[in-house]
Every structure is written in C-alpha cells, then in structure tokens.
C-alpha cells in the first residue's frame, strides 16, 4: 500500500529534548531565522539506539516561508511505514493498522529524543510519498522477464528509462522524470546488491534474514515490486487532484487503501498501454504464418499479403527492439503522420497474439491490483511451502 512517507512537523507541534545529539549540535533556543544554513540531521546511527528497530531519518530546517516571507522551523520525517511496524517491508502494511503505526512513530521519535502528539503525527502534511506492491510471480515466471518486457512498451515520451538501472539480468527497471519514479524491481535481488545499486536503500538485519531465507527456498520464488514514488508536494497535489482526491492531505488523508490501489493501478496501466499488451504474450516461431492464419480464420479479406508480412515485421521488431526505440526510427526517416497513420494496426496485432498465445506475468500483476490484499510473509507457507522461525530471525 504504502511505503516511504515524508511528512513535515511545524514548529509547535514538537519539542527537542536531545540537542546535543544532532549534527551540528542545536543551540540551547531554536529560533527560525530565513537566512540560509545547513540543515541539521540526526545521526541516529551514532547515538546508542536499540540496532534491531528501524529509525526514521530526521531534518531539521529553518527558511522562510514563500507566501508570507515569514521564518519558519520545521522538522521533516523519513520513514518506512512497513518497517516501522514489521521491522521490513516485504510485509506490506494495510488501512487497519494506521492506529499502530502513529503510536509505533511517536515512540521511535521520543528514543531519538523528540516529544511530539499522536494528533500532531495523524494531522502532519504529506509531502513525498513511495506507493508499492509486493506481487508474487505464479507459473514459473521471472521478474527479469517482466522488466525486459516492459521495457519494450510504448511508454510515454514524457518518462525515460533507465537503463543503467536495468541490469544484472534485468532485476531492475526505473522510468521516471523529475516528479516521478515508477520502478519494478525483483525484490529477493534487489537485497543482496550493494547500497549504490539496490532500490532499497535501508535494509533492516531482520529483513535481510527473511529475504535470504526466501533466496535459499529449494524452489525460486520470484516476487515482484511494483514502487511509484511521488518526489514532490506539487506532484502529489496533481496527482490526487487528477484522481478525484483532495489536495493537501495530512497523513490521515492519504493511508487509504483506495488511494494506493487507484495510483498504482493508474502508473500500471501507463507504463502498459492497451497498443503494447501483445508484448505481454507469447507469439509463435513463425509470426507471418500465425498472422495469416488468423486472417483466414477471421475471414478477414482486405489485409493483404505484403501488410501481413509488415504486421508479422512489426511484431517481431517490437519484441526485439521495443516500440519506442521503432516508432523514435519511423520519425526520423518519415514523419509523426506515418506512424500515427498505421497505429491503426496495433489493435489488429493484439487480436492476433491474443488468439493463440498464453499470457505471462500480466495475470499475477493485474490479479494483485484488483484483490489488493497486503502481501503477507506468512502467506508464502501456503502459496510455495516456505516456512519461517521468526524468533530465531529476529535476533
């Protein structure tokens, strides 16, 4: 549902009982100045906490306010909320323990030596926000094929790929601009790369254990990620606002189930436009021959020999080279008009490929968006057989 969450507390809405332990230390009487300065962090890997929790990540800044020009102090809070609850976030997190999570938040900060409110947490802003979906992969299908496939899509020329990110047998893949990430990763790999390669950049020990405990399962269990992270407060506003939510949520507003499940199944279906879904199905050896036979088949008449052959070319070439990177070829060499004008094929060539092809990953993914109940470690003794001594991982 959701994962990384940063919210922002005002100035009245907390205290600091530990200056001496941030970086720089804080003065004896935090006054709000708008003059530039470095912000202050909290260490919390130097100061002596319990190595087994999660601890969320602290910034205190003070700036001046851009409507009223007024100084302002305010304390931001990084977190995971799955591992502030469950210590990883291989578990997802649901709408019914938001209650826990304030109350497991607001004790973690008063170790670090911040005193603030449930109602102070519950009410906060939100301004950055990692919506996410832990799916597992049936029928002997791989996240690598996912993210390979993927990356052949029409995707929309607005969000690039990254393709430094989409490597070591494709465990990874990122799209994203400035305002946006929308990243499916193989989420057993993704924990045993080093910090600069990994998507997840703070792994818990006890994380590591269940992970690695899953990577030694006698059978490979493939789970996908599917993250859409929001980089901005402006981006969020729009996003909601396009979606039919208000703008401006606190941290109440924003964990609902129905929001996470209505983003995430909006990126999923961006980054898998309707013109690419036969890329998500398995085509024959001889693609003109199954094209011709669909068109016998059909009785469909005013296709003719030499447009079969360049449908059964378009098929193939998409596989191989990805849509983008053919139709970026078709506006060099022609114009935008050409392409647009045998779009028209596209919805022809689906119809083929659906007719005698089995699908991949898309059931698992779409199936997993639709139900929408929280991935639960637990539930991979009844799904592949693993079983787990979480006592002894804990420790």
Do not use: C
């Amino acid at each position: 549902m959701n994962d990384t969450i940063t919210l922002k507390l005002s100035r009245k809405d907390f205290v600091i009982l530990k200056p001496l332990d941030w970086q720089p230390q804080l003065p004896d009487v935090i006054t709000p100045t708008s003059a530039p300065y470095l912000p202050f962090y909290y260490p919390f890997h130097l100061n002596k906490k319990d190595p087994v929790k999660y601890y969320p990540k602290l910034t205190l800044l003070s700036y001046a306010d851009k409507a009223t020009q007024q100084p302002r102090i305010e304390l931001t809070v990084d977190f995971s909320a799955p591992k502030i609850l469950f210590n990883n976030n291989v578990d997802e997190i649901e709408e019914n323990d938001f209650d826990n999570l304030i109350s497991t938040l607001q004790s973690r900060l008063q170790e670090m030596g911040v005193d603030t409110t449930y109602e102070a947490i519950k009410k906060s802003k939100v301004y950055k926000l990692d919506f996410s979906k832990n799916i597992l992969l049936t029928n002997y299908e791989t996240v690598s094929n996912a993210t390979r496939t993927i990356k052949r899509f029409d995707i929309p020329k607005r969000l690039k790929i990254y393709n430094d990110r989409f490597q070591n047998e494709g465990h990874a893949l990122r799209i994203y601009n400035t305002q946006q990430q929308i990243v499916v990763y193989d989420k057993v790999k993704d924990s045993f790369k080093n910090k600069d390669e990994a998507e997840d950049k703070v792994k818990t020990s006890y994380q590591q254990k269940l992970l690695k405990a899953i990577q030694s399962h006698r059978n490979p269990i493939e789970i996908l990620r599917l993250e859409v992270r929001i980089l901005n407060k402006r981006k969020l506003n729009s996003l909601l606002q396009s979606l039919g939510y208000a703008q401006n949520p606190t941290l109440k507003d924003i964990f609902k189930r129905d929001i996470a499940q209505v983003v995430l199944k909006h990126y999923w279906k961006l980054i898998t436009p309707d013109n690419s879904q036969f890329l998500l199905h398995y085509t024959d050896a001889d693609t003109h021959k199954q094209v011709e036979t669909y068109l016998h088949t059909h009785n469909i008449t005013n296709i003719k020999f030499i447009e079969a052959l360049g449908i059964a070319k378009l098929i193939d070439d998409s596989k191989k080279y990805g849509i983008r990177d053919i139709e970026l070829t078709s506006y060099i060499n022609f114009s935008t008009r050409t392409w647009l004008r045998n779009e028209h094929y596209f919805d022809l060539i689906n119809d083929v490929v659906k007719e005698n092809s089995k699908s991949n990953f898309l059931e698992d993914v779409n199936k997993s968006l639709e139900v929408f109940e929280p991935f639960k470690i637990s539930s991979l003794s009844e799904s592949v057989g693993l079983t787990f001594d979480y006592e002894m991982l804990r420790h």
